[in-house]
């Protein structure tokens, strides 16, 4: 899993219920990206991580199939990532 943008690891363990191993990135005052579900955490908290960095590996954490929770949050709230990607 690679870090959508730049920015500072502010939370990188297993303490929030539902998420398995997760990594929180603050990109600004305004932009955080989640990376849940995750078998291995490559960063700690406080590390500066660059775009396209990797920061985790995809896992199971309970599940029956690999999977990750992706999720990008504007001033705290959930928003739809989809316009905020890159074209395929």
């Given amino acids: 899993m690679v870090a959508a943008a730049a920015g500072t690891v502010v939370y990188s363990g297993s303490g929030l219920v539902g998420y398995g191993e997760l990594v929180i990135i603050k990109h600004s005052d305004e932009w ?5 579900h995750n078998r291995r955490r490559l960063v700690a908290e406080g590390a500066a991580v660059s775009a396209g960095q990797n920061i985790a590996e995809m896992g199971r954490t ?27």
């Fill in 62 to 88: 309970g599940a029956s199939r690999d999977m990750l929770h992706f999720e990008i949050r504007r001033n705290g709230k959930p928003i739809d990532p989809l316009p905020l990607l890159p074209a395929q």
């Fill in 32 to 36: 955080l990206s989640a990376y849940g």
